[in-house]
Each structure stands twice: as C-alpha cells, then as structure tokens.
C-alpha cells in the first residue's frame, strides 16, 4: 500500500520561502508510471493544483503559480519537494502531496498524503 | 484554462435516497474527467476516472457518466458515511478541479 506524508514547517513569515517535503513508501518514486504532484487547499475552499515532477525530473506547474514554485525529487530518498517563494497570507492552506497515474491524456491523483497545515504570518 | 463547474453547492439528500451531482467543462475535456471524496478533515479520496471507471475499493452506488463537457456522479442510495463534499477534476491537460458540491443530510 502506497502511502505519502509531508513534512515541514507550519509556520513560514511573510516574503519568505514556503518548503515542504513528501516521503512515499509502499513503492517506488522511480516508477516510470507515475507523476508526483502538490496540491493545496485554503480553509474552507476547494484544491488547486500547484505542479507535478516525473521521476526523470522534468516539472510542470501550475501557470497561475509558475513563476514562485519549484518541484524537485530525491529518488536516492524517494522524496520530492516543493518551494513556494515570495509567500503571502493568500498562500496559506493545507498542501497535499499526491501520487498521479499517468492516463492518455493526463493524470489523476489515486494516492494523497494527510495534508499539512501551512500558514503564513509573521 | 478549462474551467469546471460543479452544481449545486449544496445538495440535501435523506439518507437511502439518490443523490446527483453535475460537473461541466468550458470546453471538452472527452473522457478524462475524475471525481474525489473529501470528509472534513482528511485528504480526497478517488472515487472515479476516466468519467466513469471506479476506483479500487469504490462500493457500485457510486457511478460516474459523461463525456465532453458535461458528467454526472451519481451515488445511488445515499449512506451515512457519504455525507461530504464532492469534487470533479479534468485532466486533460493542466489537472484543474471544480468548485466542489457538498452533500449534506436533509
């Protein structure tokens, strides 16, 4: 069984760079038939996808966020990351690390991660 | 961007009745349309890809249909445990989600 957990910290200042890390156990991240993505969710709204990472390394991201985020993965560790810069009080949510089945056309998301809770403030 | 767009907000369903949630694309997205479960407090669950392919461990009352812009999930006899809220994701291309419709008791 495939699980993901996230880790970092919870509280992150304002201008400053959100990092969150997410560990996969159950598999491997070196599998060729996955995507690996982050996704967030502000308190009381829906999920906005913020980018994904393959395990060769290639990204893509989210153009609403493009411009503030890197995504990069630690197949030594079976890790992927992700950094958020320039935060403001707008970027904080719980973020979700997730597993995407590649499909056809694009992915889906069949494995989350609890969530964690970020907050910007100072 | 294809912007998706679940209705009602709201839907209240008595326990045992048939609950049908609608989500729309602004253009096509074919078949690649998924729908997830989120309880409060947890992380979504997949319910359906493909608009209409249940995932693993998915009970039947839950069914999806659809294609091109517009799907439907049905869930078939509403249960206690799937009072949530529900949510409809594109992908094909940038994974986008719907706004969510929350299931709630009547």
């Known amino acids: 069984q495939v699980q993901l957990q996230e880790s970092g910290p919870g509280l992150v200042k304002p201008s400053q760079t959100l990092s969150l890390t997410c560990t996969v156990s159950g598999g491997s991240i070196s599998s060729g038939s996955y995507y690996w993505s982050w996704i967030r969710q502000p308190a009381g709204k829906g999920l906005e996808w913020i980018g994904r990472i393959y395990t060769s390394g290639s990204t893509n991201y989210n153009p609403s966020l493009k411009s503030r985020v890197t995504i990069s993965v630690d197949t030594s560790k079976n890790q992927f990351s992700l950094k958020l810069s320039s935060v403001t009080a707008a970027d904080t949510a719980v973020y979700y690390c997730?597993?995407?089945?590649?499909?056809?056309?694009?992915?889906?998301?069949?494995?989350w991660g609890q969530g964690t809770l970020v907050t910007v403030s100072s | 961007e294809i912007v998706m767009t679940q209705s009602p907000a709201t839907l209240s369903v008595s326990p045992g009745e048939r609950a049908t949630l609608s989500c729309r694309a602004s253009?096509?997205?074919?078949?690649?349309l998924a729908w997830y479960q989120q309880k409060p407090g947890q992380a979504p669950r997949l319910l359906i890809y493909g608009a209409s392919t249940r995932a693993t461990g998915i009970p039947a009352r839950f069914s999806g249909s659809g294609s091109g812009t517009e799907f439907t999930l049905t869930i078939s006899s509403l249960q206690s445990e799937d009072f949530a809220v529900y949510y409809c994701q594109q992908y094909n291309n940038w994974p986008f989600f719907g706004g969510g419709t929350k299931v709630e008791i009547k």
């Open positions: 997730a597993r995407g089945p590649i499909a056809v056309a694009g992915y889906y998301f069949d494995y």
């Open positions: 253009q096509s997205v074919s078949s690649n």
